[in-house]
RNA sequence: GGAGACGUCGCAUAGUACGGCUUAGUGCACCACCCUGCUAAGGUGGAGUACCCUUCACGGGGUACCGUGGGUUCAAAUCCCACCGUCUCCGCCA
């Protein structure tokens, strides 16, 4: 949610990032003739309510004799209050509903426009070239018993897949290599609930444009995560922290659940796309004012690893349009794709400012005592969809693949994936 | 799945049988000051969160909050209902 008090005293801000983000300008409009009703509608209910408490008192200590004719006075007045309180808490959810449709304000720099509109920051790495027709990471991991959509459509349907042998182990060592990393950089290891409740949900702002993203269990009331994100952010809501000694980091090591709804038809091959997928997240809470700083830490720490593994890359600045309403800002890191001739997506990394905290209830202490809320930044720091760069970049003439040397003392030392029965 | 107990201001507790004298008491911890040669002990005072109004500001006034949400009532921590959570016992089970 954003700032009441900023969308009061400068509209204008928003109205330019509603703007830039292609998204209703009209909205902050709205929001303001709410907030004044809303505002309107409570000082009537409190003036009435005072009196209300006053009454209460009196008649509580009248003598029986004037009880009974204060009493009569008193129901009269409780009508006006409840009247009064109904109206003020129908202002307040109308006022609610439109602020939430407002999305965070971004940041000065962020590109305008939709998600074509990117920035390129730098690239890393040449374009892989190879002397020989290359394969696709599926192919591939057929060839090295690592990948079998088969089998996984015959279980669970399309998009998802079981990864066995080599490609299982390489999962694993991929999500241990990004976890020893966060855990030299500080970062608290956490296994998160991949089931939430619909509060915290909606408190991470998932329920807006991405809700039919979400699978949803009726039965239970509960949502399963499509990052654990959602579950690190949860962890900590309705508490007021302690960050004197410095950000608190965590890495959340979870499985992902995504309808894929949105994407009939797309990435259908392989395993880019897909149903079920585990990942390891880094998620920080810092001061509102250290944010910008930690998101930058954040794309370093991926780009560390991206280049152990010996990828070929590029950072984006993701335009304006093609934020989640969540994020004032957003780098994605886009690994290159040999057989796709084409950089996809490998980490996305989101400064939501204040935006995810407010909705949740996460604030600090200020100098002056009072409190505001914090500062959260999410972003990946290893997927399944990894492999997909891994095998493809890395792969020889033979149907091999060579494990990059970072790699490898996760894998038993490994230094080259043969084909199976090779 | 069945039966029961419980959820109060950072922590621990009182208050709930009889609704109004509760702007929720007490202890510990906390902050400021006083006192004692240091420490300990003692004394005095202060402290929650959110929102609304007012003020240039310091500040002042008001409303709400006793797990959450409804309800009864002139009035609810206290009565009623639903939900969430914790604990105990029984049953079942990968």
Redesign the pocket.
């Known amino acids: 949610m954003i700032d009441?008090v900023l969308l009061r005293e400068n509209p204008d801000l928003i109205k330019r990032s509603q703007k830039v983000r292609g998204a209703s300008v009209e909205a902050v409009d709205d929001a303001l003739a709410a907030d004044a009703e809303r505002?309107a509608t409570?000082?009537a209910?409190?003036?009435l309510?005072?009196s209300?408490?006053q009454?209460?008192k009196q008649?509580?200590s009248a003598p029986p004799a004037e009880?009974k004719a204060l009493?009569a006075q008193?129901?009269s007045?409780?009508v006006d209050?409840k009247a009064a309180a109904a109206a003020s808490?129908e202002a307040e959810a109308r006022f609610t509903a439109v602020v939430r449709t407002l999305a965070n304000p971004v940041i000065d720099g962020v590109p305008a426009g939709g998600e074509e509109n990117f920035v390129t920051l730098r690239t890393h790495g040449a374009v892989p070239t190879f002397d020989f027709e290359p394969r696709d990471h599926l192919e591939l991991g057929e060839l090295l018993g690592a990948i079998d959509m088969a089998r996984g459509a015959k279980v669970s349907g399309a998009r998802f897949y079981f990864l066995r042998g080599i490609g299982a182990r390489l999962e694993i060592a991929l999500m241990n290599m990004a976890l020893d990393r966060a855990l030299a950089a500080g970062f608290v290891p956490l296994i998160t609930p991949t089931l939430v409740r619909p509060e915290i949900m909606d408190g991470t702002g998932f329920l807006g444009e991405h809700a039919d993203e979400i699978y949803y269990l009726p039965a239970d009331d509960l949502y399963l995560t499509g990052t654990s994100e959602v579950a690190l952010a949860g962890y900590h809501s309705d508490e007021i922290l302690d960050l004197t000694d410095g950000p608190l980091r965590y890495a959340g090591w979870s499985t992902c659940y995504r309808r894929e709804a949105g994407s009939g038809g797309k990435d259908t091959r392989g395993i880019i796309r897909v149903h079920q997928f585990n990942k390891l997240e880094m998620f920080a809470y810092v001061l509102p004012e250290n944010a910008e700083a930690e998101h930058d830490r954040l794309v370093a720490l991926q780009e560390d690893m991206l280049q152990a593994l010996g990828l070929s890359y590029r950072v984006i600045d993701v335009a304006a349009g093609d934020l989640g309403s969540s994020a004032a800002r957003k780098f994605d890191i886009e690994a290159w794709v040999p057989t796709q001739n084409a950089y996809r997506e490998l980490t996305s990394t989101s400064n939501c400012t204040t935006y995810q905290a407010r909705r949740l209830d996460i604030?600090y202490r200020t100098e002056s005592?009072?409190?505001a809320p914090v500062g959260t930044l999410n972003g990946t720091l290893a997927t399944t969809r990894w492999i997909v760069a891994i095998l493809e970049t890395h792969q020889q003439e033979d149907g091999s693949v060579r494990v990059p040397e970072a790699l490898r003392p996760w894998l038993g030392g490994i230094d080259v994936i043969r084909p199976v029965g090779a």
Do not use: D, H, S, Y
């Open positions: 009441p505002r409570i000082q209910f409190e003036a309510r005072a209300q408490n009454f209460g008649v509580a009880k009493v008193a129901q007045l409780a209050v808490a604030r005592g009072k409190t």
